[in-house]
T-cell receptor, first 109, second 113 residues
Framework: GQNIDQPTEMTATEGAIVQINCTYQTSGFNGLFWYQQHAGEAPTFLSY??LDGLEEKGRFSSFLSRSKGYSYLLLKELQMKDSASYLC??????????WGAGTKLIIKP | IAGITQAPTSQILAAGRRMTLRCTQD?????MYWYRQDLGLGLRLIHY???????GKGEVPDGYSVSRANTDDFPLTLASAVPSQTSVYFC????????????FGEGSRLTVL
C-alpha cells in the first residue's frame, strides 16, 4: 500500500530552526509537496521537489532523497505565525496526491 | 481575486437528509477535487474531475456524488447523510491533473446528527 509518515506533533522555540521529516512509500513518484495549514483554515502550497536536493524559498527549505523515500521541511528563524500543521504529500504514478496526516508545529516564545 | 469559493461554510444536518456542497473557481483550472479532512487522518480524496464533463472516484467515494457541467463548478452531493460523514470538506483545483500545486477553498464544516 501507499504510505506517508510524518511526526504528529513538534515543539520549537521562536527564532530557532526546526526540521520536519517525511518518509514515503508510493506506487511511483511524480513529485513531493509541502503544504501549510493554520488551524481552522485551508491548506496552502509551500514547496515542490521532484529532483534530489534542496529547494530554498526564503526562511523555508525542502529537501528530497528519492532513493531513501525521504524529505524534510526546514523552517529557519521561527516566528509565532509559523505555528500550523505541515502536510507532506507525494504524487504517485497515476498523478494522484497521497497525503500524510500532517505535523502540528507548536512555537513557544 | 476570489480563487475558490465554497458554500456553505458550516452546516448541521439530520441523518437521512440530502445535502449539496457548492464549489466554484474562477481560475479556469482544468482539474478539481473534493477532499474530506478528519482529525488524525490525512486529506482523503472523495471525487475528482480532470476536465469539464468528466469525473472520477477517489479513495472514499461511497455515499457521495459529483458533477462537472462546466469548468467553474464542481458540486458535491450527499444523497442520504450519515453521521460518519461528519467532517470538514475541502474543494480544491489545479491547472491540470499532473500539477500538484492545489488551491483550496476555505472548507465546509458538516455535522450530521
Amino acid at each position: 500500500g501507499q504510505n506517508i509518515d510524518q511526526p504528529t506533533e513538534m515543539t520549537a522555540t521562536e527564532g530557532a530552526i526546526v526540521q520536519i521529516n517525511c518518509t514515503y512509500q508510493t506506487s511511483g513518484f511524480n513529485g513531493l509537496f509541502w503544504y501549510q495549514q493554520h488551524a481552522g483554515e485551508a491548506p496552502t502550497f509551500l514547496s515542490y521537489n521532484v529532483l534530489d536536493g534542496l529547494e530554498e524559498k526564503g526562511r523555508f527549505s525542502s529537501f528530497l532523497s528519492r532513493s531513501k523515500g525521504y524529505s524534510y521541511l526546514l523552517l529557519k528563524e521561527l516566528q509565532m505565525k509559523d505555528s500550523a500543521s505541515y502536510l507532506c504529500a507525494v504524487m504517485d504514478s497515476n498523478y494522484q496526491l497521497i497525503w500524510g496526516a500532517g505535523t502540528k508545529l507548536i512555537i513557544k516564545p | 481575486i476570489a480563487g475558490i469559493t465554497q458554500a456553505p461554510t458550516s452546516q448541521i444536518l439530520a441523518a437521512g437528509r440530502r445535502m449539496t456542497l457548492r464549489c466554484t473557481q474562477d481560475m479556469r483550472h482544468n482539474a478539481m477535487y473534493w477532499y474530506r479532512q478528519d482529525l488524525g487522518l490525512g486529506l482523503r480524496l472523495i471525487h475528482y474531475s480532470n476536465t469539464a464533463g468528466t469525473t472520477g472516484k477517489g479513495e472514499v467515494p461511497d455515499g457521495y456524488s459529483v458533477s462537472r457541467a462546466n469548468t467553474d463548478d464542481f458540486p458535491l452531493t450527499l444523497a442520504s447523510a450519515v453521521p460518519s460523514q461528519t467532517s470538514v470538506y475541502f474543494c480544491a483545483s489545479s491547472e491540470d491533473r499532473e500539477t500538484g500545486e492545489l488551491f483550496f477553498g476555505e472548507g465546509s464544516r458538516l455535522t450530521v446528527l
